[in-house]
Each structure stands twice: as C-alpha cells, then as structure tokens.
C-alpha cells in the first residue's frame, strides 16, 4: 500500500506568511494527489486535485505542485480564516490513502 | 445545491453491527462514485471504502475488508455502508463523500456530509 507523509505535523505561522506544506509517498503516484482543509467539527474541503489544479471556489492564493512523489501546498498570503489542518490525499490505486495532516496554528 | 446527509450512527457493543446511510440530493447521484471516510475522535482522516457509479467497482481499507460492505441504491439516491463485527477502533465519525467528476476517477471529494458518529463500547 501507498503511504503518505506530511510535514510538518505542526506550523506556527502569522498572518501574511508564505506557507508550504510537504507531502511524500511511498512510491509514485503521478499527480494523483488531493489537498484538503479541515476546521474543528466540519467536513474537510476540497482545495487542490490532480496535484495543481485548484478547485472552483478557493481561493488564489492556495496552490498545489509536484509530480511523483513530491508534493507541496502553498499558500501565499496566510489569512485568519486559513488557521486549520490541511491533509494530502493520495488516489493512485483507489485506495485513498490520507496523510497524517498537518495544523497551521496562529503564531 | 448539494447535499450529503449521513445516518444510522450510533452507539453499539463490539463484534456489533450497524448499517450506515447517506442520502444525496441536488445532482445526478447515479452519475457519480462514491466514498466513505472516517475520522477517529482528535485523530486523522481515514479512506474507508469506494463505489463507481454503476457498483461495478467497489474498494475497502485493509482494516475494514471483510467486515464493511459499501452498496448504494441509485434509484433511492443512497449509499450505504454495512459494518458488522465492529471493533472499538472503528469509532469515529463516518462522512460520505462524492467524486469530483461525473464518472468518477478524479479520486477527488468535493462534496461532504456532515457526518455520522459511530461509537463502539461496551
């Protein structure tokens, strides 16, 4: 089974910071790769698919890259709304292996 | 508009069963494949199980294979999940997630319930 490892598991970071996330798999997985956002007591939301492509409605400055087995979510300008867990999904053999989720604290 | 509303939670005594369901509406529900993904109290997101469109194709966890089985019932706009010999692991909130796409294969959630809580104690 693929396996996914984010890091960091936890980031302090201010308003207006630059962010970048890391997600690595066991093995190759293309760009089939999904960034996700949870808030305490909601559903996750969908942010990036196919590695870069940013779902309809988020905004700008979240931006997915890599190929492979590198993976980075970037967000450019952090916002107070942005203050939550952001986990990477992997969806190369259908099993839909999560990483561990990463949570970007208030500095 | 898009809606995913999960049920059947509940608390239930291990080696039980339950049978977990999720009603969609405000889209073609028979055009999409589907997933359930869980969530442990303070722990992660876990992929549970996937179904296309059709039920052609169906997929579960390791830690659920053979104990979990995902169907849906097109015509009713519903998926279901049916957990039998449920262990104190399984606890978790269960969400019901569609694909990105119609036709499935994106491996993409962009629509979620709001979950099901499932507690296995004795």
Known sequence: DIQMT???????????????ITCRASQSISSWLAWYQQKPGKAPKLLIYKASSLESGVPSRFSGSGS???????????????????????????LGTFGQGTKVEIK | EVQLVESGGGLVQPGGSLRLSCAASGFTFSSYSMNWVRQAPGKGLEWVSYISSSSSTIYYADSVKGRFTISRDNAKNSLYLQMNSLRDEDTAVYYCARDLIVGGGS????????????????
């Open chain 1, 6 to 20: 984010q890091s960091p598991s936890t980031l302090s970071a201010s308003v207006g910071d630059r962010v970048t």
């Open chain 1, 68 to 94: 492979g087995t590198e993976f980075t979510l970037t967000i450019s300008s952090l916002q107070p709304d942005d203050f939550a867990t952001y986990y990477c999904q992997q969806y190369n053999s259908y």
């Open chain 2, 107 to 122: 491996g993409s959630s962009s629509y979620w319930g709001q979950g099901t809580l499932v507690t296995v104690s004795s």
